[in-house]
C-alpha cells in the first residue's frame, strides 16, 4: 500500500503545509434541486464484489462518515473488510462543524464494536480520535494479519500519516 504525500513539514517553523495542488479538491459541489447526482453505497459496491474478502482505501472528503456508517452498524458484516484506509482529517473537520459526520462518536464506536483497531501510525484510542486530529487513520481488524508498511510507519517520524 502506497499513500501520496498531501503535505510536507515547513523546515523553519516544523509545522506541516498542505501542498497547493491539494487545495483543489477541498471546495465542495454546490447541489441542490437542480442537480443530479449519481451515486452508489458502499453496500452496493460490495454486493457486485464476489470475493469474500476486500480491502477499502478511501477518500471522498470527509463524507466517509456516511460511507461506512451502514457497514460498521451491521452485526454480520456482508464481506470480511481487515483493513479499511481513511483519510480522517475530512472527517474530524466535519465533526468539528457537526455536518457531514454528526454522529461522530457512534461512527468512531461501530469501528471499535466491529473488532477494528486504529492506527495513525501508531495505535491509538477511542479517545485520542475524540481528541486530536489524525490525517490518516488505518483500521486493522483484530483478525487481521499485520502490516509490515504500517510497521514501518511507526518507525520513521519523517513519513506523515
Known amino acids: 500500500m502506497a499513500t501520496r504525500a498531501v503535505a510536507e513539514k515547513d523546515r523553519d517553523t516544523g509545522k506541516w503545509q498542505s501542498f497547493p495542488e491539494r487545495k483543489q479538491y477541498s471546495k ?89 483497531e486504529a492506527y495513525a501510525p501508531n495505535r491509538t484510542s477511542y479517545e485520542d480520535l475524540t481528541k486530536y486530529v489524525y490525517q490518516n487513520v488505518f483500521w486493522k481488524h483484530k483478525t487481521a494479519k499485520d502490516v509490515p508498511y504500517l510497521e514501518k510507519l511507526q518507525l520513521s517520524s519523517e513519513i506523515p500519516f
Open 28 to 116: 465542495r459541489l454546490a447541489v441542490d434541486e437542480r442537480t443530479s447526482v449519481n451515486s452508489v453505497t458502499l453496500m452496493d459496491v460490495l454486493s457486485t464484489i464476489q470475493e469474500s474478502t476486500v480491502i477499502i482505501k478511501i477518500d471522498i472528503e470527509g463524507f466517509e462518515c456516511k460511507a461506512l456508517h451502514e457497514y460498521l452498524l451491521l452485526p454480520n458484516k456482508p464481506k470480511y473488510i481487515p483493513y479499511i484506509h481513511v483519510e480522517f482529517e475530512w472527517i474530524q473537520r466535519a465533526h468539528t462543524r457537526n455536518t457531514d459526520c454528526p454522529q461522530y462518536r457512534t461512527f468512531l464506536q461501530g469501528f471499535f464494536d466491529s473488532g477494528y
